[in-house]
């Protein structure tokens, strides 16, 4: 089992190292069509679903000005415009030369010696990692969304051209036994059954047109960029043979390339530098501090109105209780966010383990029906050249036809299955390149 503490500073590293683009690219190279990364970039910047995570980012890029602009020195300036009358100590009197002005300059600095500072400094830092993290995450769930789309209406469209070929299969047989019945040589029986087959495969045909529309829909809600082609216009060949898989006995160091991962690793630690913070808050606190102030038009034309002095000041809590609370609170948190983060690791590390198991026996039986589809297709071209021969009907020739097309189907079907699992696999490992970033 591997140390939560060694994932967390190798995971710190990865999110040091990688970069977004890594995750949402390279995925033309692996379904042999460089244009399909310019889809998913066309698809991430117009994907609304982006926008609250790109908010929250910003939020985070905020809140980490805020924390940084706490050590930093401030100046407040004061002005006060006044009438009214002052008791004159001297005569017991009451004399009317105060004066209309009076105003002050104050300057402070935390020198953030104990830490506190520089603890929430490094929490806001690692929330905005965070966020980032989980921007790249949801980046890259819509690319290998696109991504497995693409494949699918690759997939639907040659199903489409290999069903529409079954009707005319079946159509010729049709034709073929009516005027075998026409001739008295059948029973009308047989022609019905032909009949039936026939009126089977075109339900296939407006099934198959109806399940490429409706992935043509989803197509353009990911990709509404109309100069982008329908996805059952593309042409480009699916890749054969697969991309290779990973090694299965270093599946678990693919765990720390996933966004959501280092995302939880972020999370926690940044729960580690808030309790930090509040910690440092019970210590004392060291401030420089300077202030101007007095009364009269200036410093110079009445200087005993004026007073300016500095120093510095030294706070030291001698009974918080809220503060104590609050660090304890603080605590029961930081242990939350070590559960999730061990959680999250052994979630991916099931997730990764499912897509391997799943990519692996998809190409078994992929291979499989690859094997039976040629044998169908060996058989198809004998009863060709039979049929041409006069050695057989043309019932035989295109029973044959059917079967290698049903065969044929399938290996298509199972080839684009293999590649979404390969895709699901990719993205369960944290998107294209995860062996160089694990």
């Given at each position: 089992?591997?140390?939560?503490?060694?994932?967390?500073?190798?995971?710190?590293?990865?999110?040091?190292?990688?970069?977004?683009?890594?995750?949402?690219?390279?995925?033309?190279?692996?379904?042999?069509?460089?244009?399909?990364?310019?889809?998913?970039?066309?698809?991430l910047t117009d994907a609304s679903s982006l926008d609250?995570?790109?908010?929250?980012?910003?939020?985070?890029?905020?809140?980490?000005?805020?924390?940084?602009?706490?050590?930093?020195?401030?100046?407040?300036?004061?002005?006060?415009?006044?009438?009214?009358?002052?008791?004159?100590?001297?005569?017991?009197?009451?004399?009317?030369?105060?004066?209309?002005?009076?105003?002050?300059?104050?300057?402070?600095?935390?020198?953030?010696?104990?830490?506190?500072?520089?603890?929430?400094?490094?929490?806001?830092?690692?929330?905005?990692?965070?966020?980032?993290?989980?921007?790249?995450?949801?980046?890259?769930?819509?690319?290998?969304?696109?991504?497995?789309?693409?494949?699918?209406?690759?997939?639907?469209?040659?199903?489409?051209?290999?069903?529409?070929a079954a009707v005319a299969a079946n159509q010729a047989?049709?034709?073929?036994?009516?005027?075998?019945?026409?001739?008295?040589?059948?029973?009308?029986?047989?022609?019905?059954?032909?009949?039936?087959?026939?009126?089977?495969?075109?339900?296939?045909?407006?099934?198959?047109?109806?399940?490429?529309?409706?992935?043509?829909?989803?197509?353009?809600?990911?990709?509404?960029?109309?100069?982008?082609?329908?996805?059952?216009?593309?042409?480009?060949?699916?890749?054969?043979?697969?991309?290779?898989?990973?090694?299965?006995?270093?599946?678990?160091?693919?765990?720390?390339?996933?966004?959501?991962?280092?995302?939880?690793?972020?999370?926690?630690?940044?729960?580690?530098?808030?309790?930090?913070?509040?910690?440092?808050?019970?210590?004392?606190?060291?401030?420089?501090?300077?202030?101007?102030?007095?009364?009269?038009?200036?410093?110079?034309?009445?200087?005993?109105?004026?007073?300016?002095?500095?120093?510095?000041?030294?706070?030291?809590?001698?009974?918080?209780?809220?503060?104590?609370?609050?660090?304890?609170?603080?605590?029961?948190?930081?242990?939350?966010?070590?559960?999730?983060?061990?959680?999250?690791?052994?979630?991916?590390?099931?997730?990764?383990?499912?897509?391997?198991?799943?990519?692996?026996?998809?190409?078994?039986?992929?291979?499989?029906?690859?094997?039976?589809?040629?044998?169908?297709?060996?058989?198809?071209?004998?009863?060709?050249?039979?049929?041409?021969?006069?050695?057989?009907?043309?019932?035989?020739?295109?029973?044959?036809?059917?079967?290698?097309?049903?065969?044929?189907?399938?290996?298509?079907?199972?080839?684009?299955?293999?590649?979404?699992?390969?895709?699901?696999?990719?993205?369960?490992c944290g998107g294209p390149g995860f062996d160089q970033?694990?």
């Amino acid at each position: 089992m591997i140390s939560v503490r060694y994932i967390a500073i190798l995971s710190l590293a990865t999110a040091l190292c990688a970069t977004g683009g890594e995750s949402v690219s390279s995925w033309g190279t692996l379904l042999g069509n460089p244009t399909l990364d310019d889809w998913i970039h066309a698809a991430l910047t117009d994907a609304s679903s982006l926008d609250v995570s790109r908010a929250e980012l910003r939020v985070a890029a905020a809140n980490g000005r805020a924390a940084r602009a706490a050590g930093r020195p401030t100046l407040d300036a004061r002005m006060d415009l006044r009438e009214g009358r002052r008791r004159n100590l001297m005569t017991g009197g009451v004399t009317d030369d105060l004066d209309p002005i009076a105003a002050g300059v104050d300057a402070s600095w935390e020198l953030g010696l104990f830490g506190r500072i520089s603890s929430a400094v490094n929490a806001a830092e690692f929330a905005e990692l965070a966020g980032e993290h989980h921007l790249r995450d949801r980046e890259l769930a819509l690319a290998a969304e696109v991504a497995q789309r693409y494949v699918e209406g690759h997939c639907f469209s040659k199903h489409l051209a290999i069903r529409e070929a079954a009707v005319a299969a079946n159509q010729a047989i049709t034709d073929y036994l009516a005027g075998r019945v026409a001739a008295g040589l059948m029973r009308p029986q047989e022609q019905e059954a032909a009949d039936a087959a026939r009126l089977l495969a075109e339900r296939r045909v407006a099934e198959a047109r109806e399940e490429l529309g409706a992935l043509d829909a989803r197509w353009r809600y990911l990709l509404p960029n109309e100069s982008i082609p329908s996805v059952g216009s593309i042409a480009c060949p699916l890749p054969e043979p697969l991309p290779e898989v990973p090694d299965g006995s270093a599946l678990h160091t693919y765990v720390l390339s996933r966004p959501d991962v280092q995302a939880a690793d972020a999370i926690w630690r940044g729960a580690e530098q808030s309790t930090q913070a509040e910690a440092r808050d019970r210590r004392p606190v060291l401030t420089a501090i300077a202030s101007v102030e007095g009364e009269g038009p200036s410093p110079t034309e009445n200087p005993d109105e004026w007073m300016a002095w500095a120093g510095i000041r030294l706070s030291l809590p001698v009974l918080a209780p809220k503060a104590g609370a609050a660090l304890r609170s603080r605590r029961a948190e930081e242990d939350v966010k070590a559960a999730l983060y061990n959680e999250t690791v052994r979630l991916g590390l099931l997730d990764i383990r499912e897509a391997f198991v799943k990519r692996v026996h998809a190409e078994k039986r992929w291979q499989a029906a690859k094997q039976e589809a040629m044998q169908l297709r060996a058989s198809l071209e004998s009863a060709e050249r039979q049929y041409e021969q006069g050695l057989e009907s043309i019932t035989v020739r295109e029973n044959a036809r059917l079967r290698w097309l049903h065969a044929d189907e399938r290996r298509l079907r199972l080839h684009a299955l293999a590649l979404q699992r390969h895709i699901a696999l990719v993205r369960a490992c944290g998107g294209p390149g995860f062996d160089q970033g694990g």
